[in-house]
């Protein structure tokens, strides 16, 4: 659940609704243990005024980190669907990956290196004033928490382990190493997971020992990056085992479709009450794809209007649908399919007739089927491997 508060460059920037829990949490912690430690003796007012003012300054900052990430990936024609603002910080949700280790290193340093300048910028205003006699240590503690939070932000953001900066940092050195992207993504994925534990258990360390506010803390960044991580190796596997299948392979070419002059009540008696489908393509009559029109918008319908109401008043248009062409990847139809939530693949030629549909299912049931095959390979690979040994190792005792 997340909302748009603005558009910068074109990229929608949105909040998450967890936000608002760790912006308050923050700003209590600043206001009740950082701002007291660091500049004692103030009133219990200019604590809070500086906590809600740090606050702001962090998230404005993972702002500027993750818009740093998408203005150079802009750079290089990778469009970002949006920026999130989240309880963990934010992530910049670029619309493809690139595989060129030199772009994908230049857009994962993109944010560390803002996230140090930004620090930069606050340390360079903050040493003047905290030199002078003035009493401004309301301004002080915001630029001082300002410039030491940016800092931990582009150090955090360095740990190798995705989804962080760092993660994409070591899969570029990967890639120019082993020259093999998916054996660098798979790599750094892991790498990712052991630095995950490694985070949760010194999470669990600290609850027993130390701190247990900062031992929870520690145990949920482990967890978002195990979390993180786990999930992009899944993706990243999935993704392998499709690229190498055709939408043309998998599509289902007996598809029963509606005329966009269908009535609302032929629709429901004749479509869907007979074949007990949730949605139907709507074709014109040279078989073009004009859209998709489902049973819930259908039902929609008052019942008194069904007879004069046509589909072409109330279908989801082509424009919204996956529409994609044979020969593209699974992968890519999967990707699309998701951006548009619909859950089928329209699979059309360039002139936009219509020649098969892909569902969710139709792909994950073949990239099951792709990875049981690869992996019963696999296993046959290692027994040939172990017969040869054990042949070897007979010649050498004979």
């Known amino acids: 659940m997340s909302f748009q508060i603005a558009k910068v460059k074109g990229i929608p920037v949105r909040l998450h609704f967890t936000l608002i829990i760790v912006f308050l949490l923050i700003a209590w912690t600043l206001a009740s243990n950082f701002m007291p430690q660091y500049f004692p003796n103030l009133a219990p007012i200019q604590y809070w005024i500086m906590g809600i003012a740090g606050a702001i300054v962090l998230f404005v900052s993972v702002f500027l980190h993750e818009l740093t990430h998408s203005i150079v990936a802009l750079r290089y024609g990778m469009k970002t669907r949006q920026i999130i603002l989240f309880i963990f910080g934010g992530v910049s949700d670029i619309q493809e990956e690139t595989k060129d280790f030199r772009k994908e290193f230049r857009i994962a340093a993109a944010g560390p290196v803002a996230s140090f300048a930004i620090a930069g910028i606050f340390a360079a205003i903050w040493w003047p004033i905290s030199q002078t006699a003035a009493n401004f240590d309301v301004v002080e503690g915001v630029l001082l928490y300002g410039a030491t939070v940016n800092v931990l932000l582009g150090a955090f953001n360095l740990i190798p382990a995705f989804p962080l900066d760092g993660g994409r940092i070591l899969r570029a050195g990967l890639i120019r190493w082993k020259k093999s992207y998916n054996e660098a993504t798979r790599i750094a994925a892991k790498v990712g997971i052991a630095i995950s534990y490694g985070f949760m258990g010194l999470g669990f360390f600290a609850i027993l020992f130390g701190s247990f506010i900062s031992g929870i803390w520690i145990l949920l960044i482990g967890w978002f990056l195990n979390s993180g991580a786990q999930s992009y190796l899944a993706q990243h596997e999935l993704t392998s085992v499709l ?69 072409a008043n109330i279908m989801t248009p082509a ?33 936009g007739i219509m020649l098969g549909l892909v569902s969710k299912t139709d792909i994950m049931d073949v990239a099951k089927e792709r990875q049981e095959l690869q992996e019963k390979m696999g296993s046959i690979n290692e027994s040939d491997v172990d017969e040869r040994q054990k042949a070897g190792t007979s010649n050498s005792a004979a």
């Not at 002059?261 to 009450?273: K, M, N, P, V």
């Not at 996956?322 to 399919?337: H, R, V, W």
């Open 319 to 351: 424009s919204q649908l996956a529409i994609m062409l044979p020969e593209t990847p699974a992968d890519q139809g999967l990707t699309q399919m998701l951006r548009t939530g619909t859950g089928k693949i329209f699979v059309c030629n360039v002139q």
């Open 243 to 311: 690229s190498t299948v055709k939408l043309q392979d998998i599509m289902n070419t007996k598809v029963i479709a509606v005329g966009k002059d269908t009535s609302i009540q032929e629709l429901l008696a004749r479509y869907f009450g007979r074949y007990m489908k949730s949605a139907f393509p709507v074709l014109d009559d040279s078989g073009r794809l004009l859209g998709m029109v489902t049973v819930q918008k259908a039902l929609d319908v008052p019942q008194h209007t069904r007879e004069s109401v046509r589909v």
